[in-house]
């Protein structure tokens, strides 16, 4: 089992940067990846990016260039640093740890508003 908090959400006008932090309730080496999703008004949750822990990121083609995943392995703790934010980046974000085996683990979501 394991128990992921999410914090750094909040209101910020378009272009500002916030970071997102994910607690993660184990060592992040023994989780297969750890993930940031985000899920807007009137739609399906996606995919934002993910880091493995061997350190591999992927991340969504509309994020690309403006966000960044990170971890810190001594604090159990993944970020996302999200730069230039546009409105349409307004959506409940999502920490997902993924084990090798398929099973998932969400936290309970921090709120990012981006004001235009």
């Known amino acids: 089992q394991v128990q992921l908090v999410e914090s750094g959400g909040g209101l910020v006008q378009a272009g500002g940067s916030l970071r997102l932090s994910c607690l993660v309730s184990?060592?992040?080496?023994?989780?297969?990846?750890v993930g940031w999703y985000r899920q807007a008004p009137g739609k399906q949750r996606e995919l934002v990016t993910t880091?493995?822990?061997?350190?591999?990121?992927n991340y969504a083609d509309s994020v690309k260039g403006r966000f960044t995943i990170s971890r810190d392995n001594a604090k159990n703790t993944v970020y996302l640093q999200m730069n230039s934010l546009k409105p349409e980046d307004t959506a409940v974000y999502y920490c997902?740890?993924?084990?090798?085996w398929g099973v998932g683990y969400w936290g309970q979501g921090t709120q990012v508003t981006v004001s235009s």
């Open positions: 184990r060592s992040i080496f023994s989780i297969y990846a």
């Open positions: 997902k740890a993924n084990e090798a």
């Open positions: 880091i493995t822990s061997g350190g591999s990121t």
